[in-house]
């Protein structure tokens, strides 16, 4: 396996619709795992082929606690039953949300957008429809972080970013920022109160 170069907001290639897989083969498996490799290695919970310029549909999960990880972030939500009876990590290819319900708001970060973090507010039930790894079609509800993640990372296969959900004005100062002083230090983030090390990222 092998850790892959995560895209960083302005990179224009983040904003690229990325193509569904029409069938699912053995390097794609193994693009998979190499996504799997880097976003462990970041500590992220999630990872979108967008965000290693590959524009083919496929996401990767696993927003279990790693064994030892102290953050207590993962707390606000719990684990769901629906979250919890989900194997992961997951693999996911052309996933599609079929249904929506309610709402949850959750402070979100992303691998593509580090030491920012905002208020996104997301459906709180989703009905996933995706081929796995081994190019079978899968359904499954879910909820709790699961279900905020898959969102997410199915904005980034349509060339969407969490600060774009976010209102114009709150929108407009982070992308300045992040123009404008870059990704270099935690004191130019819009919320200098969250500890980097204590958020997980989507």
């Known amino acids: 396996m092998a850790k892959l170069e995560v895209l960083k907001f302005p990179d224009p290639n983040l904003r690229k619709k990325c193509k569904p897989v029409d ?21 992220g919970i999630g990872l979108a082929a967008a965000q290693i310029n590959r524009q083919v549909r496929l996401i990767v999960l696993d927003t279990r606690r790693p064994e030892g990880d102290e953050r207590e972030v993962r707390d606000e939500l719990g684990v769901p039953e629906l979250e919890k009876n989900i194997e992961q990590p997951l693999i996911l290819f052309n996933p599609v949300v079929k249904k929506k319900d309610g709402k949850i708001t959750y402070n979100e970060g992303c691998l593509s957008v580090p030491t920012y973090y905002e208020i996104v507010e997301r459906a709180r039930l989703i009905e996933v429809e995706a081929l796995n790894q081994e190019g079978k079609k899968i ?6 972080l699961l279900a905020i993640c898959i969102q997410h990372e199915i904005d980034h296969l349509d060339g969407k970013l969490f600060i774009d959900r976010l209102s114009p004005i709150k929108s407009a100062r982070i992308k300045s920022k ?8 935690r004191d130019d983030a819009e919320d200098e109160s969250q500890d980097e090390d204590s958020e997980l990222r989507l």
């Open 23 to 43: 069938r699912v083969t053995a390097e794609l498996v193994q693009l998979a795992q190499d996504m799997l490799e880097t976003m462990y290695e970041h500590r």
């Open 178 to 185: 992040i123009r404008k002083f870059g990704y270099g230090s």
């Open 139 to 144: 359904e499954f509800t879910t909820d709790g």
